[in-house]
């Protein structure tokens, strides 16, 4: 089992920024992917960003590329997800997921991932 739980959240206005840190336990880490979702009210969860564990490779969704940045700590067992430049239209509950062992990782599809943290919330306003 995986068990993730994400911080970090909170209210900020546009332009500011926020570093919202995933810590994970439960398995060895080697194998995981990782990635973040968010979901604003009325809408369906959208894919962030998402990294393997033990890779420097980061995919991210369009509107973020340029603000948002995906890392990881291995000795804290710990991703992050910096986000720069906040627009009010980020405002989201943000969920972190892992998948152990994925043939084939769906970064980008809720449905490919297993593991999912509590979600932590974004507000950011003008």
């Known amino acids: 089992q995986v068990q993730l739980q994400e911080s970090g959240g909170g209210l900020v206005q546009a332009g500011d920024s926020l570093r919202l840190p995933c810590a994970a336990s439960g398995r060895p880490f080697d194998y995981l992917a990782m990635g973040w979702f968010r979901q604003a009210p009325g809408k369906e969860r959208e894919f962030v960003a998402a990294?393997?564990?033990?890779?420097?490779?980061?995919y991210y969704f369009d509107s973020v590329k340029g603000r948002f940045t995906m890392s990881r700590d291995m000795a804290k067992n710990t991703v992050h997800l910096q986000m720069n430049s906040l627009k009010c239209e980020d405002t989201a509950v943000y969920y972190c997921?892992?998948?152990?062992?994925?043939?084939?990782?769906?970064?980008?599809?809720?449905?490919?991932?297993?593991?999912w943290g509590q979600g932590t919330q974004v507000t950011v306003s003008s």
């Open positions: 997921a892992a998948v152990y062992k994925p043939i084939v990782f769906r970064y980008s599809q809720a449905d490919g991932y297993d593991y």
């Open positions: 990294m393997h564990w033990i890779s420097d490779i980061t």
